[in-house]
């Protein structure tokens, strides 16, 4: 069994933060870490897909309540796994489907629409 540190935000405080932050910007990516300083390859995979297209969003770090958080946003997505993005309100995906979206040209037009 592995060690949980408690804590530091409550279910209500952390399903708040996601709804404010889903609605007040443009691009918000929910990932582990910061915009600085992603804690894993997936984040900084997905902020760099994003940096090349937007110069200003907005990123939360999951890691200070990651159970919380993924819980919050899998009643959003329908996701559990972080990174994940959100565009206008709407769910666009973690850094794979960005990766997609790229490979494709569209992710430019998905985050700048």
């Not at 889903?22 to 691009?27: G, L, P, Q």
């Not at 890691?63 to 993005?85: F, K, V």
């Amino acid at each position: 069994m592995t060690f949980q540190p408690e804590s530091e935000l409550s279910s209500e405080e952390v399903q708040a933060a996601v709804d404010d932050a889903i609605e007040s910007n443009d691009v918000v990516l929910f990932m582990k870490g910061n915009r600085l300083m992603p804690q894993c390859g997936y984040s900084q995979r997905a902020v760099n897909l994003i940096s090349q297209y937007v110069e200003e969003f907005e990123t939360v770090d999951t890691l200070p309540a990651l159970a919380e958080y993924r819980a919050a946003l899998e009643e959003h997505s329908g996701w559990e796994t972080i990174p994940q993005t959100f565009v206008d309100g709407e769910f666009v995906g973690g850094s794979d489907i960005l990766a997609e979206l790229d490979e494709r040209g569209e992710l430019e037009e998905t985050l700048t629409a």
